[in-house]
Nanobody, 115 residues
Framework: VRLVESGGGLVQPGGSLTLSCAAS????????MSWYRQAPGKERELVAA????????NYADSVKGRFTISRDNAKNTVYLQMNSLKPEDTAVYYC?????????WGQGTQVTVSS
């Protein structure tokens, strides 16, 4: 299993970013995917999740209405569109999946929201 995140960076408050996670080494279309984040000094938290077919999505209350998770099973990629970014969204963002009870994580991509 390999998960590679990209798309992070520095953005001003109110700005937007789209994160991508390219997956390989497993049958992507069969598994749910998730985005997590971890801010300095805080525990890793679930941001958003999407079912294998993309029809079911859920979000942390803190990002509802601002973030959108999606996937393209033909490209083995999951996305996180982030709008109206706030300084408190600053964190390392990870994509993840769970296969046969074992979680797999990417290396993470840094998102910094600052003026």
């Amino acid at each position: 299993v390999r998960l590679v995140e990209s798309g992070g960076g520095l953005v001003q408050p109110g700005g937007s970013l789209t994160l991508s996670c390219a997956a390989s080494g497993f049958t992507f279309s069969v598994y749910a995917m998730s985005w997590y984040r971890q801010a300095p000094g805080k525990e890793r938290e679930l941001v958003a999740a999407i079912t294998s077919g993309g029809g079911g999505k859920n979000y942390a209350d803190s990002v509802k209405g601002r973030f959108t998770i999606s996937r393209d099973n033909a490209k083995n990629t999951v996305y996180l569109q982030m709008n109206s970014l706030k300084p408190e969204d600053t964190a390392v963002y990870y994509c993840a999946t769970k296969i046969s009870g074992s979680s797999s994580w990417g290396q993470g991509t840094q998102v910094t929201v600052s003026s």
